[in-house]
């Protein structure tokens, strides 16, 4: 049994060291970064921090033998400490016995806090890592995410009939979460919506975002005539060079994704000359199977695939009652009550 304890600033140097001794790198998500590890004091503060309170990542690592073999990292999904999601999980060879530890590990800790839902994405191709999740820790394949990448740097050709002004854009503001959630979780699969539903909280803007890692550019299609908001969608970047474009569009406006992709790659370029524009497809929403087509034929390129894993747990509308009232038992419909209680 591997003790686990709370990243060190110490263990950076160990962990590369383990990463370059792997030859095939065991990872949920992506690989492992010094921007990992939360500087003091703010991870002492997340990590002692009510749930409610949490807004960074915390990160964990097993020790076997005085030798880190394993590493997980846990976030909080955007605005709402009761969903939480793995983003990394880095094991040695022949860790999987560690993996199941440390998996345990967070989701007795955070559940016992009062977390309800946890995720990870794992890359189709990681069967032992997929097996883990699932088939060890309890996981459901829940859905999966396409990432596209654009391999061709010029603007989409759209119907000109069918062509979104650019007064129809403008930026997201706090006040528009509520609709824009109601568009993201009316487009997702009715079998889907308890585990991948968002509040509108997740949508608005987050305080300092400055100093976060990721940063959002925002922006919402507005029908002014109908003052109605017909969609949504965000661009999102960690190094200012590889921008991922994630659009939510109500289904009578999903002809003009092309239009959303020219106006991004536009608000880009007015930033950067030179980037790689990649688009988030979401399978488990209606609209999946025709943006993929779509994907297709505007000279983006699949260069991503992962699944969707899911642990949810349930919660009790309110609390059992003894009936209070006289219930009748029928034996058939449409027949005399057998017995009256």
Known sequence: MAKIRSLALADIPKLKKMISMISSLNGADVAFGYKSYVPFPLNLINRFAPLRFKCMADSYVAIEDKKICGLITVKPQERNPQCWRISKLILDENGY????????FVIARYGAMGANTFSVKVDETHEELLELFSKGCGFRV???????KLEDFKLISSDENKSLDKGFFRPFKDSDAKAVASIHNDLIFPHF???????????ENVICSGLHKTSYFKYVIEDSSLHSIKGYFSIQTDDNENFILDV????????????VINFSISQIMMRRKTFNLYFLNKKYQT???KTEKMLESCGFKNVKNQIVLVKDYYKRIQEDERYTKPAIAFSEISRKPAFKI
Request: hydrophobic share 45%.
């Open 97 to 104: 016995d560690i993996g199941l530890q440390l998996v345990h």
């Open 142 to 148: 829940c859905a999966s995410e396409q990432l596209w």
């Open 287 to 289: 609209s999946g199977a």
């Open 193 to 203: 919506r308890y585990s991948l539903a968002k509040k509108p909280c997740e949508f």
């Open 248 to 259: 939510d569009l109500v289904s009578a406006f999903d002809a003009y994704i092309a239009d």
